[in-house]
């Protein structure tokens, strides 16, 4: 079993910054891929950053603004916002593919949501 701990989310101004963080545990013997998607009221979830060993994939509507960053050591994540827009408004899930000690088999766990709300 694997838990996925998420903090930081709240209230920011149009142009301020927020810093979302993720945390792994549990049967964990490696994670592929740490991220977070985010839904907006009236629209489907949506993929906004995630990261591998080797790489980081960004949503259109979010390049240049944020960075996601990972400490494999500690099974942890953080999706530095900056620059956020009122668009940016929704719940953020944290995301992470894990290949677990109990099957050694590969499966997504999500985190609990944050909400990030912007607005003047």
């Known amino acids: 079993q694997v838990q996925l701990v998420e903090s930081g989310g709240g209230l920011a101004l149009p142009g301020g910054s927020l810093r979302l963080s993720c945390a792994a545990s549990?049967?964990?013997?490696?994670?592929?891929?740490m991220g977070w998607y985010r839904q907006a009221p009236g629209k489907q979830r949506e993929l906004v950053a995630s990261?591998?060993?080797?790489?980081?994939n960004y949503a259109d509507s979010v390049k240049g603004r944020f960075t996601i960053s990972r400490d494999s050591v500690n099974n942890t994540a953080t999706l530095q916002m900056n620059n956020l827009k009122p668009e940016d408004t929704a719940v953020y899930y944290c995301?992470?593919?894990?290949?677990?000690?109990?099957?050694?088999?590969?499966?997504?766990?999500w985190g609990q949501g944050s909400q990030v709300t912007v607005s003047s």
């Open positions: 549990g049967s964990i013997f490696s994670i592929n891929v």
């Open positions: 995301h992470a593919g894990v290949v677990v000690t109990t099957t050694w088999k590969f499966y997504d766990y």
């Open positions: 990261i591998t060993s080797d790489s980081t």
